[in-house]
């Protein structure tokens, strides 16, 4: 079925440490990614996508990789600071049913609460 | 900030009652979202509408409704409510109809039914 697993569902590190956070999808044929960032109090908001003719993205701290033979994809970032701590969603593009077009639809991650500790 | 608004910020009603829920698009947008967030459920996709059509249905209980007006703003109405309708509602918007377009969040509505 359609399914976004996210993996870790919580995880702390210290600050210059690194966090990974793996994202694993269902549709072979997805190929969007966004990565959302949710601070407290706050919508989510989008730090980075890739698509999927794409293998890697970086964006200063941020990077996101993807491997559409293994259906997943990952967000990495580096030289972690507090303000990096936040919840993180991943979601994923995946086709919609036939009653309603076809057309495609995000399907989002239960989220992984990062904690960086000063 | 996203350029996409939502009042109000807080809503406390009491179960029965009925609200009414507004968001404005990034401009320039056709296509709004509506999901629903609470602690053990993520981000649950509710709507979808683009150029005031109704594009996509979600996990929309049949006592809500929305709609998108000519201005492109759009409002989400819940009825009935119960004490489980507490949640955050969040509008996203983007500048087409299909999901792989960015989408861009608002800063959402606190509901809390007492």
């Known amino acids: 079925g359609e399914n976004v697993e996210q993996h870790p569902s919580t995880l702390s590190v210290q600050e210059g440490d690194s966090a990974v956070i793996k994202c694993t999808y269902s549709?072979?044929?997805?190929?969007?990614f966004p990565w959302y960032k949710q601070e407290l109090g706050k919508g989510p908001q989008l730090i980075i996508d890739i698509r999927s003719n794409v293998g890697e993205k970086k964006d200063q701290r941020i990077a996101v990789t993807l491997n559409k033979t293994a259906k997943h994809f990952s967000l990495h970032i580096t030289e972690t600071q507090p303000e990096d701590s936040a919840v993180y969603f991943c979601a994923a593009s995946m086709k919609r049913g036939e009653t309603q077009g076809g057309s495609e639809k995000l399907v989002f991650g239960k989220g992984t609460k990062l904690t960086v500790n000063p | 900030d996203s350029g996409v608004t939502q009042t109000p910020k807080h809503l406390i009603t009491a179960t029965g009652q009925r609200v009414t829920l507004r968001c404005s698009p990034r401009?320039?947008?056709?296509?709004v979202y509506w999901y629903q967030q609470s602690l053990d459920q993520g981000l649950q996709f509710l709507i979808q509408?683009?150029?005031?059509?109704?594009?996509a249905k979600g996990n929309i209980l049949e006592r809500f409704s929305a709609q998108q007006f000519p201005d492109l703003h759009s409002e989400l109405n819940l009825s009935s409510l119960e004490l489980g309708d507490s949640a955050l509602y969040f509008c996203?918007?983007?500048?087409?109809?299909?999901?792989?377009?960015?989408?861009?969040f608002g800063p959402g509505t606190r509901l809390t039914v007492t």
């Open positions: 996203a918007s983007s500048v087409g109809a299909q999901g792989t377009y960015e989408q861009y």
């Open positions: 401009s320039g947008d056709l296509s």
């Open positions: 509408y683009y150029n005031g059509e109704e594009r």
């Open positions: 549709d072979s044929a997805s190929n969007y």
